[in-house]
């Protein structure tokens, strides 16, 4: 089991479940965007409840491995759900554009550019 900490609480979830909620988190960052997501969760009182996290670019979102003994819950729809949603999201290479043409520019560069 894995424990999913969110702002100012945290949901017990099978440890399937808790790396992709991370993953489609970073996904929402790239293309400045936020998502309600669905999945099982255990409660405070060892009982499995349905959970409803709103993500996006300023979410802050960390999944640990606990000593927690597993629960009875149905994640495959949650992670294939996951899943999805990240890969309508995330930009096809033809959408990020020429970017392997140049050099990466380093924040440093990017402030320091003298008008000519």
Known sequence: MKRILYA????????AVAPP??????????????DVISCEGV????KVRQ????????SQILSVTTDE???EMNVEQAV???H???????????DIGDA????????????SHASN
Do not use: K, W
């Open 100 to 111: 392997g043409a140049r050099a990466a520019e380093s924040d440093a560069d990017a402030t």
């Open 21 to 34: 909620p991370v993953d489609y988190a970073s996904v929402l960052a790239i293309v400045e965007s936020a």
């Open 69 to 71: 003994p597993a629960a």
């Open 8 to 15: 100012s609480g945290g949901v017990l979830a099978g440890g």
């Open 51 to 58: 959970y409803q996290l709103l993500i996006g670019p300023s």
């Open 43 to 46: 409660d405070d009182d060892g």
């Open 80 to 82: 294939a759900d996951f």
């Open 84 to 94: 999805h949603r990240a890969r309508q999201r995330l930009p096809s290479s033809t």
